[in-house]
């Protein structure tokens, strides 16, 4: 009985947290980002703004999640799901790029219309450490050391910084008027560009597992 009411407590939270990023991006297309309250937010969502702080710190953070919402997860499935012998170091950076593919359209300008929803979306980079480093723990059959949480940490802040240059943020892009930034270059080419340097370590994990393949 416990557990069932635990499992039903769960996916209550869950649904609350889904229905106040729609809820966010909703109201951020259709009145601009700027003009979003969290008060608005909950109100929308059925909730009190008390408990819309439970769940999001701020009104950039619940809309970002609506537009990334599942990422992690789907990124530590594919890395759990490649074929044995697949090399690690594969297995995560096809995740990756699978998951972070470019956005278009009107979900691409909120994520670069203004400077903190530009940041809650680098931010949100650092939500896949946990279900990845699962992922990765189970592929070196391996969930005891800190070795999955170490290299989910450094392939989370490898997508962060490919993010960060592919907003511009570091390349001195300037602002279009209204403080539009416009992305620069090829998400995929800067991801595949970070995560290069982390082969060596994946690779040792691997080899250290007994679990890399010879080829």
């Known amino acids: 009985m416990t557990t069932r009411r635990t499992g039903l407590r769960e996916q209550k939270k869950q649904a609350t947290r889904a229905a106040l990023r729609e809820a966010a991006l909703r109201l951020a297309l259709e009145h601009g980002p700027e003009n979003v309250r969290v008060d608005?937010?909950?109100?929308?969502?059925g909730v009190s703004p008390r408990t819309y702080n439970n769940y999001f710190s701020s009104r950039e953070q619940a809309i970002v999640a609506a537009i990334t919402a599942e990422r992690e997860a789907r990124i530590a499935e594919e890395v759990a799901a490649a074929p044995a012998g697949t090399p690690l170091t594969k297995a995560l950076t096809d995740a990756i790029l699978a998951g972070y593919t470019e956005p278009?359209?009107?979900?691409?300008?909120?994520?670069?219309?203004?400077?903190?929803?530009?940041?809650a979306f680098l931010d949100a980079a650092t939500e896949m450490e946990h279900p990845l480093a699962e992922a990765i723990g189970r592929r070196l059959g391996d969930t005891t050391t800190p070795t999955a949480q170490v290299l989910a940490a450094a392939v989370a802040a490898a997508v962060r910084i490919a993010l960060h240059q592919w907003l511009g943020a570091t390349a001195g892009t300037a602002a279009a008027p209204g403080g539009l930034v416009v992305p620069s270059g090829s998400l995929t080419d800067r991801l595949r560009a970070t995560l290069v340097p982390l082969a060596p370590a994946l690779d040792a994990a691997e080899e250290r597992s007994g679990r890399r393949q010879p080829g």
């Open 40 to 45: 608005d937010i909950a109100d929308a969502a």
């Open 104 to 119: 278009a359209g009107t979900e691409r300008f909120l994520i670069t219309a203004t400077p903190p929803l530009r940041e």
